[in-house]
């Protein structure tokens, strides 16, 4: 039998600890909430690895040495919350619930000394909200029709399917009335419980669970504990009130299975632990999809929260959260990968004032004035993208009821793909709300075309010269892909063309890049180029469109002709890179900050390591990886820039020896009401400072780099300030990772000019010669490149004294002269290049390469179609 579920703490206790609490916000359209974050004292949550066999929880416990903290400790209980193979690992994750009592025990001590522990990942409180937590505008105090299923086309697909009962969706919130008229035949019924026998039947850890679970007070009645926890009833109606029964209203999936899943109670906290367990019973129980309507920004960063997270998704279940009522830009939820964000819209297919949008928003769907079921058989409306996460959770079981052999990836795919682009009508949301507003009709009867790139965010554009680092970029594509083609080490290349400036010959060399763990809830990657660009020259990029695919399987159309399986490439060249000075900004020496009319959260001096865990604008990380930043305001919770401006000072640089020095630096400025980062230099060590750049919101880190002499002369008191500011909204800076750069854009050795026109060969192009390396006699190092042959085509490579145009062959002979000579024989490879390092030391090149003289070269090749021979254009060369 389970152990009995901690009793989450009543309003009386929850004041006692909220001394030691922090606070962040719950937005909602018509007014600002405050929910106090507290920790359940007496309970850890600790994650630790272990072999494929089962684990005794009690000698686990003993190994930890609790004792070593306070010899009082006494271990009321533990409990497996979760054991699984996650992802790509080869070890078993389990996390537990570990109770304890004893008077005065240090806690922090205690999860220290477990998180030491070997084989242990974290251990971390369980961490609980108290206060109004769900998303929820106020109650539109008149019924209404249910406009959203003309609005989505649900009507038509409901000729398709109505759903099916064997699809399953699990409703996280603050329970479900179980006994309205319009629920109650759509409602989960475990088949292998038997009801008020108190006994756990099916050997599932919980008693008589027939409908569901009460994960706040451990019961099996998911009803709502008081009159006014209507939510989840509302939600659970909008996905799956039963359709076409004669009476109240229509699911979206009017036929698929609804299992209440209680993880709230209004008066209750909402723990960490409540929300895991349900989502964990949901995944065990069968819920393919599961919808939670709640305010999950509190929870980026909770380790047992994400752990929840990576649970169900590694079970395959597809999960939806609501956006957010904040009206805000990147709520920070979209930490949650495993979970796809849904907006709200209206009528008409206008966004909800009140909805968050962002990057990290997948969907939109209707939220506005939704008519759906409440407590005691009644009906009512209600708005919030609490509204909008059920619907679009009902076309997915829409989507899987028609297909049930789809994975969940396929239904992802397929519902974002298929949803409807509403940008024309909301130009100010352009771009952040995911695929569009949900439409079940066009999931049910489309089929997805080959994936196409849609933007490359901070690649450089074809032909771009690269000034600087390149230290990240973002892909997105017009579709979810394949996590498996997408996390694959050949699925993306960033490939240097070496001295020859020619792709594919000998010195290519690869440029280490990596990218984040792609998941499915969202459809842009994110990398970075942790190899240098440090070479001047060509570089490639590459999504390699043999690797990539949908989770249907077809291949990636990288060149947008509507054929899958080509790659999408970027060329572009880069200067020559040298840092000559880094600060990883963990010091803070010489640096300083000046605040005007500041009230809070200003600049500080000293690198801090962040402490705010990506909420609320806060950067969840330093940039560069070795710990601390600068950072404005670098509390967790309710707290930011107030006021200003407040500016950071940087240290002097001496660029009193430099030429042409870059200054360069990783900053991170995001502020809900668009506050930009002001930069100035100064030469004069801050007498007087000019303005470089004005860097906007972007909510992550990017790296920038300044032009010193395009502002001021380079000295030895060279110095950079940076300004932020806020007028009540909420805004948030840092600073990491600033060098002294020195960028060589001149050419990498390319030799000679090219002349003559070749003629197209079999490939249906001209070939193109090029000579690099150095016109130097005296450095023996020059190299001809043709790019453009056929496959392994024969050619030889000759040179001569004087230039012709002189039809042969396929095409046209562009060398002759007195000094014509034959270099050795060469072949190209399968890309068509033929590559031929020329040794100027050799009697018949010596006699003829002198300094002063000018001589041309040309390939002759063999060719499949014509007289069976080409020539490829000519290069002229002047040696020194």
């Known amino acids: ?218 019961n099996a009645d998911p009803n709502p504990n008081n009159t006014g926890d209507d939510h989840g009833t509302h939600v659970a109606g909008i996905a799956g009130a039963r359709t076409n029964n004669g009476i109240g209203v229509a699911g979206t999936a009017g036929a698929a299975t609804i299992l209440p899943l209680q993880f709230y109670a209004g008066g209750q906290a909402w723990t960490a632990v409540n929300i895991t367990d349900a989502f964990v019973y949901g995944a065990d129980n069968g819920a393919q999809i599961i919808s939670t309507s709640y305010n999950m920004d509190g929870w980026a960063g909770d380790p047992v929260v994400t752990a929840a997270f990576d649970y169900i998704y590694d079970a395959g279940v597809l999960h939806f959260n609501s956006a957010g009522n904040g009206a805000a830009l990147n709520p920070a939820r979209q930490v949650f990968h495993q979970s796809f964000l849904v907006a709200s819209t209206q009528a008409g297919d206008v966004v909800s004032s009140f909805s968050n949008y962002g990057t990290g928003v997948d969907l939109a769907a209707p939220g506005g004035n939704v008519l759906s079921t409440i407590l005691n058989n009644n009906y009512g409306t209600k708005s919030g993208t609490s509204m909008a996460a059920p619907n679009a959770a009902g076309v997915a079981a829409l989507i899987w009821s028609q297909n049930p052999t789809w994975t969940r990836d396929q239904v992802a795919a397929q519902i974002t793909y298929t949803a409807e682009n509403i940008d024309a009508i909301n130009p100010s949301y352009a771009g952040l709300l995911g695929g569009g507003r949900v439409n079940p009709f066009r999931a049910l009867t489309m089929t997805l075309p080959s994936p196409t790139v849609v933007s490359a965010e901070g690649l450089p554009s074809d032909g771009a010269v690269v000034v600087g680092d390149l230290t990240g970029f973002k892909l997105r594509f017009d579709q979810i892909m394949d996590p498996n083609m997408v996390n694959a080490p050949s699925a993306f290349t960033l490939v240097y063309a070496g001295a020859d400036g020619v792709f594919g010959t000998m010195d290519d060399a690869p440029v280490a890049i990596s990218w984040d763990e792609y998941l499915v809830a969202g459809n842009e990657i994110s990398f970075t180029v942790s190899g240098s660009l440090s070479a001047a020259g060509d570089y490639r990029f590459s999504a390699v469109g043999s690797v990539l695919s949908n989770p249907f399987g077809t291949l990636l159309d990288g060149n947008g002709d509507g054929l899958g399986g080509d790659s999408f490439i970027r060329n572009f060249s880069a200067c020559a890179t040298n840092a000559v000075l880094v600060d990883n900004a963990e010091s803070g020496a ?98 007087t400072w000019i303005s470089a750049a004005s860097h906007p919101s972007q909510g992550e880190w990017v790296v920038e780099t300044v032009r010193v002499v395009d502002f001021v002369a380079p000295t030895a008191q060279t110095r950079l300030r940076f300004s932020v500011m806020d007028a009540g909204t909420i805004t948030e800076a840092g600073i990491d990772f600033l060098r002294v750069l020195n960028i060589d854009c001149s050419d990498p050795g390319t030799v000679g000019t090219t002349y ?125």
């Open 756 to 880: 003559c026109q070749a003629a197209p060969n079999s490939t249906g192009l001209p070939s193109d010669i090029e000579g690099s390396g150095s016109s130097v006699v005296a450095d023996n190092d020059f190299t001809l490149t043709t790019t453009g042959l056929p496959a392994n085509s024969f050619g030889i490579y000759f040179f001569g004294d004087s230039q012709v145009f002189t039809p042969a062959q396929n095409g046209f002979r562009c060398v002759d002269g007195n000094l014509l000579r034959i270099l050795p024989a060469t072949q190209a490879n399968p890309q068509g290049v033929a590559t031929s390092a020329v040794d100027l030391t050799v009697p018949i090149v010596a006699a003829n390469v002198i300094p002063g003289a000018t001589l041309n070269f040309q390939l002759w090749h063999r060719d499949s179609v014509g007289a069976g021979s080409n020539y490829s254009n000519a290069l002229s060369v002047t040696w020194q």
């Open 1 to 218: 039998m389970k152990l009995p579920l901690p009793r989450s703490l009543s309003s009386p206790l929850v004041a006692a600890v909220l001394a030691t609490s922090t606070v962040f916000s719950v937005s909602a359209a018509a007014q600002m909430t405050e929910a106090e974050r507290i920790e359940m004292p007496g309970q850890i949550v600790v994650c630790f690895e272990s072999g494929p066999a089962a684990v005794n929880l009690e000698n686990q416990v003993a190994s930890w040495g609790l004792q070593a903290v306070d010899n009082s400790l006494r271990v009321d209980s533990v409990r497996s919350m979760m054991r699984w193979q996650r992802r790509g690992e080869s070890v078993h994750s389990n996390v537990v619930l570990l109770e304890f009592s004893g008077a005065g025990i240090d806690e922090v001590a205690l999860r220290q000394q477990i998180a030491s522990m070997p084989g242990v990942r974290w251990a971390a409180p369980n961490v609980g909200y108290t206060g109004e937590v769900k998303e929820l505008d106020p109650n539109d105090p008149q019924y209404g029709s249910q406009y959203h299923h003309t609005l989505m086309q649900t009507n038509l697909a409901w000729d398709i399917t109505l759903g099916d009962a064997s699809i399953v969706m699990g409703i996280t919130d603050d329970g479900v009335d179980t006994d309205h008229a319009d629920l109650v035949e759509n409602l989960f019924v475990n088949a292998g419980e038997i009801a008020g026998d108190g006994i756990d039947n099916d050997a599932n850890g919980y008693v008589d669970d027939v409908n569901g679970y009460d994960f706040v007070f451990g």
């Open 590 to 687: 010489d640096w300083s900050v000046v605040d005007i009319s500041i009230t809070d959260g200003g600049w500080s001096a000293t690198p801090q390591v962040p402490v705010g865990g990506g909420v609320r604008n806060d950067p969840p990380t330093d940039f560069d990886g070795s710990g601390r930043c600068f950072l404005t305001d670098n509390v967790a919770g309710n707290s930011d820039v107030d006021g200003g401006p407040t500016r950071l000072i940087s240290r002097a640089f001496d660029l009193s020896t430099a030429t042409d020095p870059y200054l360069s630096y990783a900053r991170w400025i995001s502020s809900t009401g668009g506050q930009p980062m002001q930069v100035d230099i100064s030469s004069d060590n801050g007498a």
